[in-house]
């Protein structure tokens, strides 16, 4: 772990880079084998939508890189404004992009049929059903900003280089989780409405807006480690940790925007999909039924058309269907 001394600006933050090899080797081991299985994929006759491997590639493994070796790695040891924003896209941007790219059906595509039938199953396993019920990937996107702040963890992080290259993956192992179950993009074990999704969301949006305030007006995070630093510019360390509660309540919930507007593009498409569904579902039915049963049923109809036309044209004064005055009034 490194601190930097040369003051952040908006030229350092340009020409400030550094060599992380936990998250090129990463990186680079994704992308090789994603394209590998894209290019066999598309040989076995599966092609992949260009958007897919787009946002695979340039979202996620491209911010990830980026989150590592630019300037918001180069300084996440020494302001933690740059650490908030590192965790913020490593938890949301990055597995958003991952999730978006369709890996799994990009798997799938590029196995033979055994290979197929062993993923398949793999997906349908009891533990694939437990990891992407709502509420486990739910729980753990809230609880891991809370405890990643508000526990000895963040201090480990900043000390532990090895411990900081761990929890950054784990961070995008849990959005992944998240984004795969919700985002449904990819097989799943079992697909959920993607209102669920949507309740979710707003759930989450306040849990990051509590945390923030929670940084903003709250005690001072690792302030041994920050103060042994011996930074001489820059915020504070109390405008430090207000910036980064910034991020984490506002910049989280812009960045979520683009997650929102698929879920509610996922949402339509379901809603015509069940709709297509149940309207073949009744041709289905009309067309099974048997033609004279369809012709018996009109003309069955047709008496009791008559019958109420009649009646109604019978309907007239009070007086008029009393047989008596009837017959009375007829003379």
């Given at each position: 772990m490194g601190w930097i001394e040369t003051p952040l600006s908006l030229q350092s933050a340009f020409t400030s880079w550094r060599w992380d090899t936990s998250t090129v080797v990463v990186v680079v081991v994704l992308a090789v084998g994603y394209w590998a299985a894209r290019v066999r994929s598309a040989r076995a006759g599966t092609p992949i939508p260009r958007q897919r491997p787009a946002m695979f590639g340039l979202m996620g493994l491209g911010i990830w890189l980026l989150s590592g070796i630019s300037f918001v790695g180069v300084y996440s040891d020494t302001l933690m404004w740059p650490r908030a924003l590192q965790s913020l896209l490593l938890l949301y941007v990055v597995p958003f992009g991952l999730a978006s790219g369709q890996p799994f059906t990009v798997l799938r595509g590029a196995l033979g049929p055994a290979g197929q039938a062993r993923l398949d199953r793999i997906l349908q396993s009891t533990l694939a059903r437990a990891m992407t019920f709502p509420l486990g990937p739910s729980l753990a996107m809230l609880a891991t900003p809370w405890?990643?702040?508000?526990?000895?963890?963040?201090?480990?992080?900043?000390?532990?280089?090895?411990?900081?290259?761990?929890?950054?993956?784990?961070?995008?192992?849990?959005?992944?989780?998240?984004?795969?179950?919700?985002?449904?993009?990819?097989?799943?074990?079992?697909?959920?409405?993607?209102?669920?999704?949507?309740?979710?969301?707003?759930?989450?949006?306040?849990?990051?807006?509590?945390?923030g305030i929670v940084l903003w007006w709250g005690p001072l995070i690792a302030v041994g480690y920050y103060t042994a630093v011996g930074r001489t510019w820059g915020p504070d360390l109390r405008m430090d940790q207000t910036i980064s509660a910034g991020i984490i309540w506002v910049l989280g919930d812009v960045l979520g925007l683009p997650y929102l507007f698929a879920l509610m593009r996922a949402w339509a498409s379901d809603e015509r999909r069940k709709a297509a569904e149940v309207d073949a579902e009744l041709d289905a039915a009309e067309a099974a039924s048997p033609a004279p049963a369809r012709r018996r049923r009109f003309s069955q109809t047709a008496p009791d058309a008559q019958a109420t036309a009649g009646a109604v044209q019978g309907a007239g004064l009070w007086w008029e269907n009393d047989p008596i005055l009837r017959e009375r009034f007829r003379r």
């Amino acid at each position: 772990m490194g601190w930097i001394e040369t003051p952040l600006s908006l030229q350092s933050a340009f020409t400030s880079w550094r060599w992380d090899t936990s998250t090129v080797v990463v990186v680079v081991v994704l992308a090789v084998g994603y394209w590998a299985a894209r290019v066999r994929s598309a040989r076995a006759g599966t092609p992949i939508p260009r958007q897919r491997p787009a946002m695979f590639g340039l979202m996620g493994l491209g911010i990830w890189l980026l989150s590592g070796i630019s300037f918001v790695g180069v300084y996440s040891d020494t302001l933690m404004w740059p650490r908030a924003l590192q965790s913020l896209l490593l938890l949301y941007v990055v597995p958003f992009g991952l999730a978006s790219g369709q890996p799994f059906t990009v798997l799938r595509g590029a196995l033979g049929p055994a290979g197929q039938a062993r993923l398949d199953r793999i997906l349908q396993s009891t533990l694939a059903r437990a990891m992407t019920f709502p509420l486990g990937p739910s729980l753990a996107m809230l609880a891991t900003p809370w405890l990643l702040y508000l526990s000895p963890w963040y201090g480990i992080v900043l000390r532990n280089g090895a411990a900081d290259a761990l929890t950054r993956i784990v961070l995008v192992l849990i959005g992944f989780v998240y984004f795969y179950s919700r985002l449904q993009a990819d097989p799943v074990p079992h697909r959920y409405s993607q209102g669920i999704s949507l309740l979710i969301t707003i759930f989450e949006s306040l849990a990051d807006g509590i945390l923030g305030i929670v940084l903003w007006w709250g005690p001072l995070i690792a302030v041994g480690y920050y103060t042994a630093v011996g930074r001489t510019w820059g915020p504070d360390l109390r405008m430090d940790q207000t910036i980064s509660a910034g991020i984490i309540w506002v910049l989280g919930d812009v960045l979520g925007l683009p997650y929102l507007f698929a879920l509610m593009r996922a949402w339509a498409s379901d809603e015509r999909r069940k709709a297509a569904e149940v309207d073949a579902e009744l041709d289905a039915a009309e067309a099974a039924s048997p033609a004279p049963a369809r012709r018996r049923r009109f003309s069955q109809t047709a008496p009791d058309a008559q019958a109420t036309a009649g009646a109604v044209q019978g309907a007239g004064l009070w007086w008029e269907n009393d047989p008596i005055l009837r017959e009375r009034f007829r003379r």
